[in-house]
């Protein structure tokens, strides 16, 4: 083993020639250089592209922003529609005074229990509450036509000082449109209805126009009690309409005089079933009540009044008789009978002809007072005036007959 040692030990190996390495390292070398050099040269080359690619694209937008400062430098209105006058027009039409009273355009966007949202176009949602919503007395805005997409007007009422948001309201409008509704209707002199909802020692209050008008008993011609006349509907004209002073006066006597003027003898007007008796009915006919004798329901005998008309029923009567002094109408259905018995039979027929047998009717009453007033001159010769055949009164002729007037074709009184 030591021998071993030593043979190798003996050896020596030349040490490796420098020169063969230079000449092996630069046999190699230049060819990877010259690739190295090639590639280092594109790079360059495409830098400089993207280089005066970005430089073109700076100078552009270098120029367009020395245009447009010139631009708005010398003429800064030049091709622009929008104008300094539209810019004013828009805000004022977006701008709106905010104080109490104001009114302004909105759209209903949501509602819910308590009220409604309304878009304004102001900086945040206006409120409209329930209490706001209606001149008269509601349990839901929609009760009063409010939903969402609503565009109604307005008015401020308030503002909420926990969001700034405004409170709107509708009553006021409304407040303000009955009032003037109310003078028109005294102006025309017209009847109206009013609901009877309170009373007080000196009258009652009724609503009308959704107003709270007093009547003085005075001023009502039944004479009912107040609690006999709660919840029920009466006649009115217009006393006194004062709005700054909240005074509404109004009388059920003077509509009670007007409509009992309008009871012709002979007319057809429409009433309501309020009550039935063994002896007739009683009709509602504008605030006055007529009585409808059982004799005259129908030419046909009614042994049960219930049994042609209930309490609540529409139809239309012709006034039989009218004593203003007792305040009795007597009505009658009988004579508008088209068949004797319709009125049992046929009831809706006897309403559409109402109208043509009242005229009938009218006619032979007046054909009747004629034909007596011409008897009652051939008895009173000595004034000189009869009838002619056409009806026309004149001096006394040939024509009326030494013996009378034949009076034997004119119903008795019973049946007209």
Same mark, same amino acid.
């Given at each position: 083993m030591a021998s071993l040692t030593q043979q190798f030990g003996g050896l020596k190996c030349p040490p490796i020639s420098t020169a063969r390495?230079?000449?092996?390292?630069?046999?190699?070398?230049?060819?990877?250089?010259?690739?190295?050099? &090639?590639? %280092?040269?594109i790079v360059a080359q495409?830098?400089?592209?993207v280089t005066n690619a970005q430089t073109r694209e700076r100078q552009k937008l270098k120029e367009m922003f020395e245009d447009a400062y010139e631009r708005c430098r010398t003429a800064p209105l030049e091709g622009v529609a929008f104008t300094v006058e539209d810019f004013h027009s828009a805000l004022e039409k977006y701008d709106f005074d905010s104080e109490v009273g104001t009114k302004v355009k909105g759209t209903v966007f949501s509602v819910d229990a308590n009220g409604a949202l309304v878009d304004i176009t102001a900086k945040s949602s206006a409120y409209l509450p329930l209490r706001e919503a209606s001149l008269h007395t509601i349990k839901h805005v929609e009760e009063a036509g409010i939903y969402p997409g609503l565009r109604e007007e307005f008015v401020v009422v308030g503002? &909420?000082? %926990?969001?700034?948001?405004?409170?709107?309201?509708l009553r006021s409008i409304q407040y303000d449109l009955a009032w003037e509704r109310c003078r028109q209707l005294q102006a025309e002199d017209?009847?109206?209805?009013?609901?009877?909802?309170?009373?007080?020692k000196g009258g009652v209050v009724a609503l009308v126009e959704g107003l709270r008008g007093?009547?003085?008993?005075?001023q009502i011609s039944t004479k009912s009690t107040a609690e006999e006349l709660l919840e029920k509907e009466l006649p009115l004209k217009f006393v006194e309409v004062d709005e700054e002073q909240s005074r509404l006066v109004l009388s059920n006597r003077k509509a009670m005089a007007d409509s009992q003027a309008q009871l012709g003898i002979g007319s057809v007007v429409l009433g309501t079933v309020q009550s039935l008796k063994p002896y007739g009915a009683f009709i509602d006919i504008g605030g006055i009540n007529g009585l409808l004798h059982v004799s005259q329901i129908s030419h046909d005998r009614v042994s049960d009044i219930a049994t042609v008309l209930q309490p609540g029923d529409t139809l239309k009567v012709m006034i039989l008789s009218h004593d203003r002094e007792r305040g009795r109408v007597s009505l009658s259905t009988k004579k508008l009978e088209p068949t004797p018995g319709d009125m049992i039979r046929n009831p809706k027929l006897v309403f559409e002809k109402a109208e043509e047998m009242a005229q009938t009717f009218r006619?032979?009453?007046?054909?009747a007072e004629a034909m007596a007033?011409?008897?009652?001159?051939?008895?009173?010769?000595?004034?000189?005036l009869t009838l002619n055949s056409d009806?026309?009164?004149?001096?006394?002729?040939?024509?009326?007959?030494?013996?009378?007037?034949?009076?034997s074709e004119i119903p008795p009184a019973e049946d007209l």
């Open positions: 390495l230079q000449s092996k390292k630069l046999k190699v070398n230049p060819i990877n250089h010259q690739n190295k050099a &090639n590639k %280092a040269r495409a830098a400089a592209v503002e &909420n000082e %926990a969001d700034d948001s405004l409170v709107l309201s017209v009847v109206v209805k009013g609901k009877v909802v309170g009373a007080n007093f009547v003085p008993f005075s006619q032979r009453i007046a054909q007033r011409a008897d009652m001159l051939r008895f009173q010769p000595e004034s000189g009806g026309i009164l004149g001096p006394l002729t040939s024509e009326l007959p030494e013996d009378g007037l034949d009076l």
